[in-house]
C-alpha cells in the first residue's frame, strides 16, 4: 500500500484553510450591510450600514452623489471607489453629504474628483465619524465636518484644491469641537493665477477638541496667498499635539495658528514655515526647524 505524502497533504490542508478564511472575510465585510448603493445619485433615507459593492462614478457636476437624509447611517465604500472626476475642475459637487444629521459615519471609501469629498453640515448634527478612508484629487477640500463630538481619524487625504471657480484649498476643515487625529494631509495647493490660499487643516468654533498625530506636508499659496500648516479660527481650548507639519514656504506662512494663548501645543515638528507658531502656549517639546 502507498503511504500519503504527508507534505502534500498538509500543502492542500492549508489551501483549503487559507480559501475558506478569505471567503469568511470577504463575506463578513457585507454581513452588517443594510443595503448596497449600486447607482448614483443616492439618497439614504433608512437608518442602517449602507455598502457599496463595486466602483461608482458620476458626471454630474452640482448636487450630491450620495445625500444622508437621516441620522445613524453609516456608509461603508468596503475600499470601492466614489468618483466624481467627469465633471472636471469647475465642479460644484459633493462626494457625500448631510444636512443636520446625527451620528453619520464614512469609513473605507476612495473619493475623488469631487469639489469636497465628505461634507456633513449644519444644523443641531453631531457624533460623526469619517476613518480610514482616501480622498484624492476633490477640487476645494477632502473632508467638510461640523459638530460637536465628530472625529475624524486615519484617513489619507492627498492632492487637494485645483478648482476653477474657488481659489483656496483645504485638506481637512470642521466646525465646532471635532476631534482630528492620525490623518495624512499631502498636496493642497491653491488654483493657479488666483490668490489662493492653502490649508492642510483648518477648525473654527472648536472649544475643547484635538488635533493629534496628524501628518501635514506639501502646501502652496498662489499669488498673494498664504499657507498655514494648522490654522484654528475662533477656537478655544484646543489641543494640539504630536504633530508633523513640514513644507517649504517663504512668507507669509504659519506651520500652528491658535485663536489665542487658550489653545495648548506640544511635542508638534514644524518644519519651513516662515512662522512656526503663533499665539499658542508652548507646553514644551515642539521642535522648530526654519
Known amino acids: 500500500m502507498t503511504r500519503p505524502n504527508l507534505s502534500a497533504l498538509l500543502l492542500l490542508v492549508t489551501i483549503f484553510l487559507l480559501d475558506a478564511s478569505g471567503a469568511a472575510r470577504a463575506a463578513e465585510s457585507y454581513d452588517n450591510c443594510s443595503g448596497v448603493i449600486t447607482s448614483l445619485p443616492a439618497v439614504i433615507s433608512t437608518q442602517g450600514t449602507w455598502c457599496l459593492k463595486q466602483d461608482l462614478a458620476t458626471a454630474i457636476s452640482s448636487g450630491y452623489a450620495i445625500t444622508i437624509s437621516t441620522n445613524n447611517v453609516t456608509i461603508d465604500c468596503?475600499?470601492?471607489?466614489?468618483?466624481?472626476?467627469?465633471?472636471?475642475?469647475?465642479?460644484?459637487?459633493?462626494?457625500?453629504?448631510?444636512?443636520?444629521?446625527?451620528?453619520?459615519?464614512?469609513?473605507?471609501?476612495?473619493?475623488?474628483?469631487?469639489?469636497?469629498?465628505?461634507?456633513?453640515?449644519?444644523?443641531?448634527?453631531?457624533?460623526?465619524?469619517?476613518?480610514?478612508?482616501?480622498?484624492?484629487?476633490?477640487?476645494?477640500?477632502?473632508?467638510?465636518?461640523?459638530?460637536?463630538?465628530?472625529?475624524?481619524?486615519?484617513n489619507r487625504v492627498f492632492n487637494s484644491g485645483g478648482s476653477t471657480s474657488n481659489s483656496d484649498a483645504e485638506g481637512i476643515s470642521t466646525h465646532a469641537s471635532v476631534d482630528i487625529v492620525d490623518n495624512t494631509i499631502s498636496g493642497v495647493v491653491a488654483t493657479s493665477g488666483s490668490n489662493g490660499y492653502a490649508y492642510g487643516i483648518i477648525t473654527f468654533n472648536n472649544s475643547n477638541g484635538q488635533i493629534a498625530g496628524n501628518g501635514?506636508?506639501?502646501?502652496?499659496?498662489?499669488?498673494?496667498?498664504?499657507?498655514?500648516?494648522?490654522?484654528?479660527?475662533?477656537?478655544d481650548r484646543i489641543s494640539v499635539h504630536d504633530n508633523d507639519v513640514a513644507t517649504n514656504a517663504g512668507p507669509p506662512s504659519s506651520g500652528l495658528y491658535c485663536n489665542s494663548s487658550n489653545g495648548s501645543a506640544?511635542?508638534?515638528?514644524?518644519?519651513?514655515?516662515?512662522?512656526?507658531?503663533?499665539?499658542?502656549?508652548?507646553?514644551?517639546?515642539?521642535?522648530?526647524?526654519?
Open 78 to 154: 468596503n475600499d470601492f471607489k466614489l468618483g466624481g472626476l467627469a465633471a472636471g475642475a469647475g465642479t460644484q459637487a459633493y462626494g457625500i453629504f448631510a444636512q443636520g444629521r446625527l451620528n453619520a459615519t464614512v469609513r473605507h471609501c476612495n473619493i475623488r474628483g469631487f469639489k469636497l469629498g465628505v461634507s456633513l453640515q449644519g444644523g443641531s448634527g453631531g457624533g460623526h465619524a469619517i476613518e480610514d478612508s482616501l480622498f484624492d484629487g476633490n477640487t476645494v477640500a477632502g473632508i467638510d465636518v461640523e459638530g460637536d463630538g465628530s472625529v475624524i481619524r486615519r
Open 266 to 290: 506640544r511635542d508638534n515638528m514644524i518644519s519651513g514655515f516662515a512662522t512656526a507658531m503663533l499665539n499658542c502656549t508652548n507646553n514644551g517639546g515642539n521642535d522648530f526647524v526654519p
Open 216 to 235: 501635514v506636508r506639501g502646501l502652496a499659496k498662489a499669488g498673494t496667498g498664504e499657507i498655514y500648516g494648522i490654522l484654528n479660527l475662533s477656537s
